[in-house]
């Protein structure tokens, strides 16, 4: 019962603050969802430039880069010569900007020890190897520290280029032997093997900051767009129907009190409270001559 025992503009504003509440929890539910995909969306597609980039690397590496370097220098093997070094070693540059990206070239049977494939990531060796048309793995998986995306596309031996040092020891580059040894991997490749997997990483928080940031500012701008509406409703408010009802209620109030000389209010416009006003006025008006023609 007090909602009925507040003023005209006091309803107005509770009414109104209630269903911008309402609207603002559903706008909320609704930012959240969309910011939430269209994080992910962006954080992978990201992870699929670096990882094409990568790639890029790789082919300019065999193509460019080993015609014309030597892969041993002063006896030393140069590993600049390798497709996947400079894929990793760019990609190390690549993460002064985006720190949060990791980048994996794994293999079962890695030349490097360090590409050495873990469980997980030969089950996405042998799904690639199973369907040769996947193209693309995504995945979530909990870690222990914290949750990540990951992006896997396989790396195939499309080029001739590539087998040179990984057929067999005995035709392999002897330095590259004598730094990663003959009794390791990186050897019987052969042409259109799934012999990796480029996986990139990026942990879940990264989205999740970026959804959080961006529904943040959304909700703020729409808070603040209904703060004005309300500023603006409650000034046309008072203007058009506080004020003049206050009129009327004011010149009621003395014609009450038995006061009929006061002068009618002006009719401005053709809407109800012009209406109610002439209405008004006529009253006042019979009222008027009826009490003059009783005296009379």
């Known amino acids: 019962m007090k909602f009925f025992s507040l003023r005209l503009t006091q309803k107005f504003n509770l009414v109104f603050i209630c269903v911008f509440v309402l609207a603002l929890l559903v706008a909320g539910i609704v930012f ?33 880069i080993k015609p014309i ?15 996947a070094f400079s894929a990793k070693a760019t990609f190390q540059y690549l993460r002064a900007s985006y720190p949060d990206y990791f980048y994996k070239e794994a293999s079962q049977n890695p030349t490097d020890a360090n590409d050495k494939a873990t469980k997980w990531e030969e089950e996405i060796l042998e799904r690639f190897r199973k369907d040769p048309n996947l193209k693309e793995q995504v995945l979530t998986r909990s870690t222990p520290k914290g949750d990540y995306f990951y992006l ?46 480029q996986i990139v990483s990026v942990p879940m928080s990264v989205p999740q900051t970026i959804a959080r940031q961006i529904f943040i500012t959304m909700t703020g701008a729409l808070a603040s767009v209904l703060i004005v509406t309300l500023v603006i409703l409650n000034i046309m408010l008072r203007v058009i ?3 003049p009802v206050t009129k009327l209620s004011g010149i009621a109030d003395e014609i009450s009190k038995g006061n009929l000389q006061v002068e009618d209010l002006p009719v401005k416009g053709a809407d109800e409270i012009a209406g109610l006003t002439g209405s008004f006025n ?13 005296e009379e």
Not at 69 to 83: D, S
């Open 282 to 294: 006529r009253m006042h008006r019979s009222l008027r001559e009826a009490i003059k023609m009783l």
């Open 69 to 83: 370097l030597p892969t041993e220098r002063n006896n030393q093997f140069v590993a600049q010569t390798v497709p």
């Open 241 to 243: 129907v506080v004020q």
């Open 32 to 64: 959240n969802s969309l910011t939430q995909r269209n994080a992910r969306v962006a954080v992978m597609r990201h992870a699929g430039i670096m990882m094409a980039n990568a790639l890029a690397v790789r082919k300019y590496t065999t193509q460019q």
């Open 152 to 197: 896997s596309r396989p790396i195939r031996i499309a080029d001739k280029a590539c087998l040179q040092c990984h057929t067999t020891p005995a035709l392999a580059p002897q330095s590259m032997v004598r730094k990663y040894g003959a009794k390791g991997g990186g050897y019987g490749w052969k042409m259109h093997d799934v012999v990796a997997a």
